[in-house]
């Protein structure tokens, strides 16, 4: 069995090669006190893993769906017995997790794969109140748009959903040499930290759709981007003359709110 694993480029693998930000990351775990289980996501050649199977506060399990990975990973990591899941954590639902992690409050780290990390954090949401902690590398400018404030052209979609529920903290920026093979542009690891919100004073699953219906035609008002999907013309808030960009978290869960009175 090899002790080497070749990065796939259909899978996104960029494998991390320095061992001091491998230990920051995993340093980056603030609230261990609340969890007993962290669940690494793409864990590749065990770059973090080596250090999270240091940690005494919590258990690891790892999520790999690369077979030369997985290999190398029980190969080389005879304390990961039993705690490899050989499946696609995009597909996850509580049926699939193990027993163990379902029934706990879990933290999830790791390198993740830049093809797939937004969708990653959007499983994150599914599971937003089993999931006190999120600590991720990520593409510099996914990582920016995550934390970016009302106002900024990089605030969007992502950015509206995850700050409803988390704190996100932009910790460090992560050059390309680094990585094995270095991608072409900047990384940067970021900390999700949920917040006290166990329910938006509105309709959930609408919020969620007028957030994405607002930000779909960004460059016009929302009256006009929401108009096509929603009732809004009898509406005579002020937020329906600003752009999707221009409301914070609360304003749309009020627009939410207000949507959800002329709807039905």
Do not use: W
Not at 72 to 99: A, Q, Y
């Amino acid at each position: 069995m090899s002790n080497f694993v070749s990065p796939k480029k259909h899978l996104g693998q960029h494998f991390l090669k320095d061992e001091n930000i491998a230990k920051k990351i995993v340093r980056s775990l603030a609230l261990k006190e609340k969890y007993k289980t962290t669940v690494e996501v793409g864990a590749g050649t065990g770059v973090l893993t080596k250090y999270l199977l240091q940690e005494n506060d919590f258990e690891t399990f790892v999520v790999e769906i690369d077979r030369e990975s997985i290999a190398f990973l029980k190969k080389n990591f005879s304390h990961l017995e039993g705690r490899i899941i050989e499946k696609d954590f995009l597909g996850f639902t509580t049926d699939l997790l193990p027993s163990v992690i379902c029934r706990l409050p879990f933290a999830i780290i790791g390198n993740f794969p830049y093809n797939i990390s937004t969708q990653i954090l959007f499983k994150v949401l599914e599971f937003r109140n089993q999931i006190p902690e999120v600590v991720g590398m990520f593409q510099k400018e996914v990582a920016e748009r995550i934390a970016s404030p009302p106002g900024n052209k990089t605030y969007g979609i992502l950015s509206v959903l995850m700050q409803a529920y988390y704190k996100i903290e932009y910790l460090f920026t992560v050059n390309p040499q680094v990585f094995n093979p270095p991608p072409h542009v900047k990384s940067a690891v970021i900390r999700l930290t949920r917040n006290d919100v166990m329910k938006l004073d509105c309709d959930e699953e609408l919020f969620f759709k007028v957030v994405k219906a607002g930000f779909n035609q960004r460059r016009k008002t929302l009256r006009n981007s929401l108009g096509t999907m929603f009732k809004v013309q009898s509406l005579k808030s002020e937020l329906l003359t600003k752009r999707a960009e221009q409301l914070s978290v609360n304003d749309f869960v009020e627009l939410t709110r207000m949507i959800s009175a002329v709807q039905a």
